[in-house]
Structures are given as structure tokens and as C-alpha cells.
């Protein structure tokens, strides 16, 4: 069955703004302690965007420097990255992720942390 459902991708210009979600199944949800979101743009390597900790400790890849942010909503079982003054080089696709087991020793955007992945969802940034 369907884990991650991630939604909200789609074409913006250059400055601006999306929202992107990632809706997990109870099963998931409850039994992971961090989520995250990776992209990958055509020709590039999959790469950490930010990643978010069962207790709210959040934790970004360096390119973002201030611009997304992440946040989650526990009710919802939803995971939210919010994507701010957006730039041609932010086009990619953009995956959700959640850890299934507890893995020590992985910096929370290491991919080898997680185990469920959603199907992506395009952002296309227009210059």
C-alpha cells in the first residue's frame, strides 16, 4: 500500500513560493522519528533538502540557507516543506522520505536513513 503521498509541486517563476505535502499512513507516521525531503534535478545526484525530528528538531542541506523551511502537523500525519524565493536551479523533482528503523550514526539527511520514499513531485522554477 501507499506510504508517502507528497502533492503540491508544480510551475512557479523565479521568486517565487510553494508548498509542498506529504501525507504518511498511520503506520509510517507513528513508528518514525524523522521525515525528510530530497530532491533531484535532471543529470544530479539525489540530494538532502531538509529533514524534520518526531520531536521538532530540524535540520536543512546547506544550499537552502534560509530560503525553505520544514514543518509537520501530527493530526494530519503530514509533513510540509515550504519553498520560498525559488530559483531556476531549484527545478527537480522532489521526493518525501521516512525513516523505518532507527539508524545511529547518519546525519538526518544522509539518504541511507530512510526506507519509504513517496513518488515525487515536480517543481519547475522559470528564470
Known amino acids: 500500500q501507499v506510504q508517502l503521498v507528497e502533492s503540491g509541486g508544480g510551475s512557479v517563476e523565479a521568486g517565487g513560493s510553494l508548498r509542498l505535502s506529504c501525507a504518511a499512513s498511520?503506520?509510517?507516521?507513528?513508528?518514525?522519528?524523522?521525515m525528510a525531503w530530497f530532491r533531484q534535478a535532471p543529470g544530479k545526484e539525489r540530494e538532502g533538502v531538509a529533514a524534520?525530528?518526531?520531536?521538532?528538531?530540524?535540520y536543512y542541506g546547506d544550499f537552502v540557507k534560509g530560503r525553505f523551511g520544514i514543518s509537520k502537523d501530527d493530526d494530519k500525519k503530514t509533513v510540509y516543506l515550504f519553498l520560498n524565493t525559488l530559483k531556476a536551479e531549484d527545478t527537480a523533482i522532489y521526493y518525501c522520505a521516512a525513516e523505518r528503523f532507527q539508524t545511529a550514526g547518519l546525519e538526518p539527511l544522509d539518504q541511507r536513513r530512510y526506507d519509504y520514499w513517496g513518488q515525487g513531485t515536480q517543481v519547475t522554477v522559470s528564470s
Open positions: 524534520i525530528h518526531v520531536a521538532g528538531g530540524k
Open positions: 498511520g503506520s509510517v507516521y507513528d513508528r518514525t522519528r524523522f
